[in-house]
């Protein structure tokens, strides 16, 4: 398949898998609530089992996607995800609810790496890698957006249950897609001892993540961040309700019309990280920036006199710092990895986020609980400084000093990071 052919593909794909993903969420959040009537533990506990899913299954399902298929990873994703979807349309039942949700996260750690490990290998042009999976992410912005308004508007015109329903199905044809519409030419599968195989390649990732200064700094700063991420994920809403954001005539239409804001603002970050995105030392750069842009936000955001700066920090943290740090770790990651255990240390990064957001939220509520949101706020926001710090004092990750015109300037530039020149030339941290 051509490159450009290849790359229109991909970006559509993971464009209209946004769309169904994010008016899901949208209209399951109103669901559970309004028409299952949860509580308020239940509704953090059908969160947690589904972060227990993915925690516990990231790693294997990488695994599977480097040593079975990449290709029929994201199929058997898709499908998995999509009948977690169609399930929660059709039930009430708490159980039920929970099962779907497992279900789905299930599905999710099927595609998490397996995605971007297909799309650089198929494309196998390391130049233009980066540029590519920025472009990527722009348009899952946009994307979320008509998913947001068109499940919005079918949940409004029809149901909530019926929305939820055609975002699944939604879900499974995108999966029938990627079985027909999807090549893997640049891929060899294992044919034979599958499970010592596996269990070879597992390590493999291991070792290369432990010897990996740049992997090992994405890693803890994405522990760090996402220790913080849950506070403002759970809590911005009842923030901004509590400094006047409007609630008539339906708090919904007010929180959709936020949600959109963040999202253009998200892709217009991406548009500029995408120009820049190119270089050794680059993605350093971004994630110190975001980072600092996210404290700030946070700040902003906890200790704001009312509304205005209230929304203001939300755009920051919301708009920017998570859409940009996300997207930059995950190209970060994905230059330092070999072909062999592309996916399964993607899914070390999935995992590292899981990690955070479940130790993090739980000790983020308790803290908002006993104190504040503002003060769990500032808690966050103390530790996306920190996480800052750490990329910004290590050494892992900086461009090499060169005079104009020498030989290291003329070579400083992205390599394959499944050449010998990228598997002998990474710093340690």
Known sequence: MPGDTLIRRYIWW??????SFRGYWLVTSLYIVVVAD???WQLVFLGTAMEMTVLVCE????????????????????????AGMLITGFVTDYTALVASQMLWG???TFSSGADVAWITDELDDPVR??????????????GAILGMVGFGALAWAWSLGAAIAAAGATMVVLGAFVAVGFSEQNFTPTREHRWRESVATFRRGVTLARGDGEILLVLSATLLINSGAEAYDRLYPKRLIDLGFPEEPDPILWFTVLGVVLLVLGAIALRVV????????VPRRILLTSCLIGAVGMLLLGHAPNGAVGIAGTMLVGGIAWTVIRSTSVIWVNRRTTSDVRATVQSFLGQTESVGEICGGIVMAILAQATSITVALTASAALLTTAAIVVGRSRAGRAPVARPGSTIARSARPVDPGSTIARSARPVA
């Open 274 to 281: 995408e120009q820049r995105i190119d270089g050794v030392g």
């Open 38 to 40: 949860l509580s308020a």
């Open 14 to 19: 993971r464009f209209a898998k946004a769309m």
């Open 106 to 108: 299930l599905g999710w």
């Open 59 to 82: 790693i294997p399902t990488g695994v599977m996607a480097d040593t079975v298929s990449r290709k029929w990873s994201l199929v058997i994703s898709h499908v998995l995800m999509g």
């Open 129 to 142: 890698i980066d540029r590519v999976l920025t472009r990527t992410f722009r348009y899952l912005q946009y």
